[in-house]
């Protein structure tokens, strides 16, 4: 039987088809195909190969125009405030990138101080390497054996160099963290009864979501995972997208992981929730995650985005008013 349905195996507006069916069906044979050549002996991945040389580790990050901003903050904070020499890979769609001549500017000035470690750029090629399956792509690609991504919009309290020797990814070779989000309670309806346990041939897992907003992989250890959710992310229709069965690339990792048994360390401590108050409520804007001893490690900002604008004329204009007052005085010190 196939795509068997109950009335709440998915989100309302769903729509499901005859025709999708023999699709839907030989996603799982094309899935093992891909799965059996990546376990071949001699396979790698891009840019690793199977030497005993010691392993390269770094960031990398996925930017657009609009991220530029976020991308320039995180990186400041890795190098000036953290101290982090970690080299950063920052990944990008040249078509994207030449819409908005100088956008990448900033963190090109970024690049030029070598001291601080070192930053290249990469190219995104792939025609459907867009939205969230830039990170796939990123990671599938990186030059580094073992990687930290990065959301854009994720900044790190410290230098997060530390995590590649925690025993946690020493012993599986990736760290992944939790999202909001389980099965008894979601906006994403990965439940027990949803159609992706079908998509995927395996049995349902309870466990809490996850969110990608940080990974940290072992490339060459992971090389057969890595290469199924890339054919999750590309494979086209896309179901996960078509039936919305997930969200983006949020949850591909561990289905991945999951569907192979490969080994992964889920981080244990719930995500938190930063922000301010604003009156008598609470208005949350970040993300909290945590290392494997349960200490913050990221603030991913998945709500309030920096965009490099002036706020100004978003304040108070009693504020404005004397932000007015304060030029027209230092004009008039100058005169004078």
């Known amino acids: 039987m196939v795509m068997k349905r109950t009335c709440h195996k998915g989100y309302k507006k769903t729509v499901f088809r005859c025709v999708d069916a023999p699709g839907f069906a030989n996603f799982r044979a094309k899935a093992q195909l891909v799965v059996e050549k990546a376990l071949a002996p001699g396979y790698a991945l891009p840019n690793t190969d199977n030497s005993d040389r010691s392993l390269s580790q770094g960031i990398a990050m996925v930017v657009y125009p609009k991220l530029v901003a976020s991308a320039y903050a995180t990186v400041r904070a890795l190098r000036e405030v953290q101290g982090c020499r970690l080299p950063i890979e920052i990944w990008l769609r040249p078509d994207e990138m030449d819409k908005e001549p100088g956008a990448l500017d900033p963190l090109k000035d970024l690049a030029r101080n070598k001291s601080a470690g070192e930053m290249t750029f990469q190219a995104i090629r792939h025609s459907h390497a867009v939205l969230f399956n830039a990170k796939v792509y ?4 990186s030059k580094f054996d073992q990687v930290l991504f990065l959301d854009a919009d994720n900044v790190p309290v410290r230098d997060p160099s530390y995590l590649f020797k925690t025993r946690e990814f020493v012993d599986t070779g990736a760290l992944f963290w939790p999202d909001y989000w389980h099965p008894q309670q979601t906006i994403f309806a990965i439940n027990q009864t949803s159609l992706v346990w079908q998509l995927l041939d395996t049995p349902f897992v309870d466990m809490f979501e996850q969110e990608s907003g940080q990974l940290l992989i072992d490339r060459k250890r992971h090389a057969a995972p890595l290469s199924l959710v890339t054919f999750y992310a590309f494979h086209m229709p896309n179901y996960f997208y078509k039936l919305k069965l997930a969200w983006g690339d949020k949850d591909l990792f561990r289905f991945a992981w999951l569907k192979l048994g ?10 938190a929730v930063a922000g301010e108050m604003v009156g008598t409520s ?3 804007m970040t993300m909290g995650q945590h290392d494997p001893n349960g200490d913050v490690i ?12 002036s706020k100004v004329h978003n304040f108070d204009p009693r504020l404005k008013k004397a932000l007015a007052n304060a030029r027209a005085m230092f004009r008039r010190t100058r005169v004078a």
């Open 298 to 309: 990221f603030l991913h900002r998945n709500q309030l985005k920096l965009t490099g604008e």
């Open 282 to 284: 609470f208005c949350g």
């Open 138 to 141: 990123a990671i599938y690609n």
């Open 262 to 271: 490969a080994r992964f360390h889920m981080i244990a401590t719930l995500p």
